[in-house]
């Protein structure tokens, strides 16, 4: 595992990623440089994030690990009262509560806080699971203690967090387990769980989320910066295609047909190469919700979309104006170049 850490890291060197903002603060102990990290959610719909101790003795977030995939799609993926271990073989064991009625838990498994595999939820006699914890026993089985509307639950769970086993008879836990660690961050205090890591574990884990930013600001270019992005390239750009008919790869021939997807544009605004976006007012919330014969345009005063005396069947709306502008943003604005 430890290799794999340098490796990524190395990798992700080569890119020039700066791993943290501000050095963190770390300790020698036997052999390795250990960092203090600390696991915890800023809220129900934040999901489970990771902070570190920074040599300003200041915690300071790093980014989000994982979020509950619990339910349905948005309002019920929420995480409450999550708990981590850090397991003996060095993976990474995580639960929380999902909500307060279903008969069920989360339980997740990571071997390096980056990587997760998907959710297990465990079944419960009992709903309503409102707090949990969770120790390690010297056989490398789990012991997991709820907090639920019927009392507290014992689950068992073994180690490689696959099986879980629900004892019959209500269980009891003294109150100073249920206490977590808290720390400040960013001035907010939060209960999580402190560990002591490898100092290039968490160089690792920096890298990834520096990674991850990085491609984020790719993802977020548009049309609109063109002119920017592309002011130092030559109006005419000279390529050459060299063929090796020497490396030709068989076609399947079970390969039929195409995919193509009409999102991000791919269609309008992509292969309909039209810079104006609903130029002839027909947009409909019967095609998408969220469309009307107005979607793409603005203007200083109310747009009146009229249908008397229509250029046709097939296009029986245009708008009306009157001394004023008439402005469309195009597929994320309308690339134009001057004399073009």
Known sequence: ?????????????????????????????????????????????????????????????????????????????????????????????????????APCFAVAYSEDLVTWRPQDYPRLSVEGCKETVMFQMPNGMFDIYLRTKGGIRYVQASNDFRHFKEAEEAAALVDAAWVKDTVNVSGKPYAGNLFDVPKVHLQYICNYFAALKADAELSSECMTQDTERFKDLSPTVSATLIV????????????????????????????????????????????????????????????????????????????????????NNGWDGIAIKPGR
């Open 244 to 327: 090796n008919t020497q490396k030709e790869k068989t076609i399947s021939d079970k390969l039929i047909g195409v995919f193509f997807e009409d999102i991000s544009y791919a269609a309008d605004g992509g292969i309909y190469a039209e810079l104006v976006q609903n130029r002839d007012f027909e947009y409909s919330s019967k095609d998408r919700t969220e469309w009307k014969a107005t979607t793409a345009w603005q203007s200083a005063k109310p747009l009146v979309i009229a249908s008397e005396q229509p250029l046709s069947k097939s296009n029986p709306h245009h708008v009306v104006l009157s001394q004023d502008t008439l402005v």
């Open 1 to 101: 595992m430890k290799r794999l850490f340098v490796l990524q890291i190395l990798i992700l060197g080569l890119y020039g990623i700066k791993a943290a903002e501000v050095t963190p603060l770390y300790s020698i102990q036997g052999k390795d440089s250990t960092c203090q990290i600390f696991i915890y959610s800023p809220g129900e719909s934040s999901g489970l994030h990771l902070a570190y101790k920074g040599q300003d003795a200041d915690w300071h977030d790093v980014g989000q690990l994982c979020t509950s995939d619990y339910s349905r799609w948005g309002s019920e993926k929420r995480m409450y009262a999550p708990y981590v271990v850090h397991a003996s073989d060095g993976t990474w064991r995580a639960i929380w509560a999902v909500n307060n009625y």
